[in-house]
């Protein structure tokens, strides 16, 4: 971000410091409404006071604003501090609103010696109205401030063209002048090898890493003049990891147009290749299950573990557990755990997929495959964050480059965390070549385009299933 400089993690905190002061704000009203509704007395201030300083109005006065700051935060409402728009925010707050007003009814009032003016829908709507009203204030506060930035020109996103065509240049003119409340700055155009230069001064395409890196680029922006979906791919593949939004028009990637979202309606429709179509608070309920779930299991399991862990040892020579780096999440990578279910020197001929009846696994290994339970260590990346229970099984980057040869779209899975079972594993199962892993990687394509955390239980659901039939490989 150009211009006055707006930290990202400081613009976080601020809404989490607004959230934290208004929760606190509505919940000593809500207990000011408790105090007259259990009272039926006239105002004193003295019982006012001794009520509020009593220890149980105490402990829930600190408590419950954590509480409400969890839910906002599972509602995605501070995974992109930037770019919100005021009416989304009024339904966002409208509906959190009445969630907490329900919990609140639910879990004190209905604990409260309430008359029956308590339980009717007058006192319901006031405490909706104190948290929706207090909270939207101070978020409405946060958002306007922003918005002038940007109105101003004092903040912008700088970002880069891949493209010198006079297609790209009528992209940014489109784009500079649209009504998007966030408004974009564009650094340089880069040069795609083939095409024809609309200006001299643009860069050559082998520098966009360096460049990026060096100008802390917000976004890249896909405008070839003539390029087939697979150049496409394979241009995205090379830039994920810079880890920055990877944007194209919608007419480039026509099979790929369902799933543009539209943040500002006045702003130039892109498509971001980079984002799975999740939505912010199903990505946090996701995450908060898998992290739940698998300290829960690696509890649960901990015997499991250790007599696997005696049986691997007793088996074969070598170490129990087996760290393979691994792809994930924006080409990132990262060492997966697993139970050794091969010799120790099973690829001193260099990376292979196993298959049936391989002589490298082990006794023990074919047992633990089978049932899948050489896969339980993973559930400690999916804590660390590196994976998610469900999502696209992650490779080694030897055969992604040869699967990428074939299959382009397989850029695409790197839009979320790779899972330890897959809809591709529930469906085809582990793959003993390359051909295998492509055609694999087509369920795991279809997984990103339908993501849900329905989707995501029916997957487990499966996976268990496949688990006590013994049909791993």
Same mark, same amino acid.
């Given at each position: ?5 707006? #930290? ?18 509505? %919940? ?18 003295? =019982? ?12 829930? +006065?600190?408590? %419950? ?66 948290? %929706?009203?207090?909270? %939207? ?27 010198? #065509? ?53 976004? &890249?922006?896909? =405008?070839? +003049?003539? *390029?087939?979906?697979? +150049? ?43 984002? #799975? ?22 509890? &649960? ?40 279910? *091969? ?91 390359v051909e295998e892993m492509v055609e694999r990687s087509k369920y795991d394509l279809i997984y990103i385009s339908n993501m849900s955390i329905l989707v995501d239980l029916k997957i487990m659901l499966y996976t268990v299933l496949t688990i006590l039939e013994g049909k791993g490989k």
């Amino acid at each position: 971000m150009i211009g006055k400089m707006a #930290s990202l993690k400081l613009e976080r905190w601020k809404l989490v410091l607004t959230d934290w002061i208004t929760a606190n704000l509505a %919940f000593i009203l809500f207990n000011i409404l408790r105090y007259f509704d259990q009272s039926h007395a006239t105002f004193r201030l003295d =019982a006012l006071v001794n009520y509020l300083t009593q220890t149980k109005i105490c402990l829930e +006065q600190f408590f %419950f604003p954590i509480v409400i700051l969890a839910i906002y935060w599972l509602s995605g409402f501070y995974n992109r501090p930037f770019g919100k728009s005021r009416f989304g925010e009024l339904l966002n707050t409208s509906v959190i609103s009445a969630f907490i007003t329900i919990i609140l009814h639910l879990v004190l009032l209905t604990n409260d010696q309430m008359s029956d003016i308590s339980s009717n829908l007058v006192q319901i709507l006031m405490i909706f109205a104190i948290f %929706f009203s207090l909270t %939207f204030l101070g978020r409405l506060f946060i958002i306007n401030t922003q918005i002038r930035q940007f109105k101003n020109r004092n903040w912008r996103y700088s970002a880069v063209i891949v493209g010198n #065509s006079k297609k790209a240049h009528e992209l940014a003119k489109k784009m500079n002048e649209s009504k998007v409340v966030i408004s974009n700055s564009i650094e340089v155009f880069f040069r795609i090898p083939g095409e024809s230069d609309f200006q001299q001064d643009a860069l050559d395409l082998d520098q966009i890493e360096s460049f990026c890196k060096e100008h802390d680029i917000d976004q &890249i922006i896909l =405008a070839p +003049q003539k *390029m087939d979906e697979d +150049q496409i791919l394979n241009l995205v593949y090379r830039l994920f990891p810079l880890g920055k939004p990877i944007k194209l028009s919608p007419d480039t990637l026509n099979f790929m147009t369902s799933s543009i979202k539209l943040k500002d309606i006045y702003g130039y429709p892109l498509v971001d290749l980079t984002h #799975s179509s999740m939505s912010e608070c199903e990505k946090n309920i996701k995450r908060t299950f898998d992290v739940a779930v698998s300290l829960l299991l690696l509890i &649960i399991l901990s015997p499991l573990y250790l007599f696997l862990a005696i049986w691997v040892k007793i088996d074969s020579k070598g170490p129990v557990f087996y760290l393979q780096e691994r792809i994930g999440l924006k080409e990132r990578p990262f060492n997966i755990i697993k139970f050794r279910t *091969m010799s120790t020197n099973a690829e001193k001929d260099g990376p292979q997929l196993s298959s049936d009846d391989d002589p490298r696994v082990t006794r023990s290994g074919k047992i633990m495959r089978k049932y899948r339970f050489d896969e339980l260590p993973q559930f400690w990346n999916v804590v660390k964050g590196e994976m998610s229970i469900v999502g696209p099984r992650p490779e080694r980057k030897f055969f992604i480059n040869k699967i990428i040869k074939k299959a382009p779209y397989y850029t695409l899975l790197y839009q979320t965390r790779p899972g330890i079972t897959s809809w591709g594993m529930v469906q085809y199962g582990y793959a003993s070549d390359v051909e295998e892993m492509v055609e694999r990687s087509k369920y795991d394509l279809i997984y990103i385009s339908n993501m849900s955390i329905l989707v995501d239980l029916k997957i487990m659901l499966y996976t268990v299933l496949t688990i006590l039939e013994g049909k791993g490989k």
